[in-house]
T-cell receptor
């Protein structure tokens, strides 16, 4: 059972480079989320999607863009990477937020911007 | 002010101790509440949901106080294997899932 898969697992970027992180889930979940985690900061919501074709801003959206062209995939883009975007990125998905349903996480992407 | 605030810790307690964490949330329309556990360099995993009437799962007890807008997690008879970071999560309005900053727990022999 794949669950939530993030690609890549690790990446080193130079300042100004662009990249796309892919989150894929095979559970037919409507809701998908991108977070970043920095030491002592917990998980901060970047962007999220409540269904195919929709996206919305979270707590820290600046410097990131997202797309949800297919229900199973949620892409996070960095157009011009900055050292402040060095972080661990987690994707999560869930079937609904109306009831006490679990959110499932990918294994994370460790991104370093030099 | 952050939408979800959590005791920062760290907590360092001896094996067998009882430890409690609190988490407050600011959006009174929040619908669902959870505690997640995160081991070092791993993804968070659900520990337990938090129900209005309070709920227990073995040594773990979760409580919700809607009037004061906080949730709590109590761990009894702590084990070495309980060492981890504990994150509260709130399903907020507009379908957002907001996490607290996490509380690091270390259990010493």
């Amino acid at each position: 059972n794949a669950g939530v898969t993030q690609t890549p697992k690790f990446r080193v970027l130079k300042t100004g480079q662009s990249m796309t992180l892919l989150c894929a889930q095979d559970m037919n979940h409507e809701y998908m989320y991108w977070y970043r985690q920095d030491p002592g900061m917990g998980l901060r919501l970047i962007h999220y999607s409540v269904g195919e074709g929709t996206t919305a801003k979270g707590e820290v959206p600046d410097g990131y863009n997202v797309s949800r062209l297919k229900k199973q995939n949620f892409l996070l883009g960095l157009e011009s990477a900055a050292p402040s975007q060095t972080s661990v990125y987690f994707c999560a998905s869930t079937t609904t937020v109306k009831m006490n349903t679990e959110a499932f996480f990918g294994q994370g992407t460790r991104l370093t911007v030099v | 002010r952050k939408e979800v605030e959590q005791d920062p810790g760290p907590f360092n307690v001896p094996e067998g101790a009882t430890v409690a964490f609190n988490c407050t949330y600011s959006n009174s329309a929040s619908q669902s509440f959870f505690w997640y556990r995160q081991d070092c360099r791993k993804e968070p995993k659900l520990l337990m949901s938090v129900y209005s009437s309070g709920n227990e799962d073995g040594r773990f007890t979760a409580q919700l106080n809607r009037a004061s807008q906080y949730i709590s997690l109590l761990i009894r008879d702590s084990k070495l294997s309980d060492s981890a970071t504990y994150l509260c999560a709130v399903y907020s309005s507009a379908s957002k899932i907001i996490f607290g900053s996490g509380t690091r727990l270390s259990i010493r022999p």
